[in-house]
């Protein structure tokens, strides 16, 4: 089992930065894949970045891509999403997911355990 809990969010103006944290318990966890999704209000839950369970490999989606990173030290058991240049649209609850597979899914259904989530905001 591995619990997830999400800190770092807030209010920030559009061309801000903020970083996310992903604080995870379980013997398992740097065995895991790791990504962030977000969802909007009416909106679906939508992948924003993964990272491997070693860190070698990440992946972004496009409209992140250039503006986000993300990174994991698994030693501490956390991981990190640093948003730069960040967007109206980039408003979202932010949450905190990962897998014991050995890819990195884009849907959320690949992803065996979630954290509550962490609500950002950027004002225009």
């Known amino acids: 089992q591995v619990q997830l809990v999400e800190s770092g969010g807030g209010l920030v103006q559009a061309g801000g930065s903020l970083r996310l944290s992903c604080a995870a318990s379980?013997?398992?966890?740097?065995?895991?894949?790791v990504a962030w999704f977000r969802q909007a209000p009416g909106k679906e839950r939508e992948f924003v970045v993964g990272i491997s369970w070693s860190g070698g490999s990440t992946y972004s989606a496009a409209s992140v891509k250039g503006r986000f990173t993300i990174s994991r030290d698994n030693a501490k058991n956390m991981v990190y999403l640093q948003m730069n240049s960040l967007k109206p649209e980039d408003t979202a609850v932010y949450y905190c997911?990962?897998?014991?597979?050995?890819?990195?899914?884009?849907?959320?259904?690949?992803?065996?355990?979630w954290g509550q989530g962490t609500q950002v905001t950027v004002s225009s």
């Open positions: 379980g013997r398992t966890f740097s065995k895991n894949v």
């Open positions: 997911a990962a897998t014991p597979k050995e890819v990195i899914p884009l849907s959320p259904l690949g992803y065996n355990y």
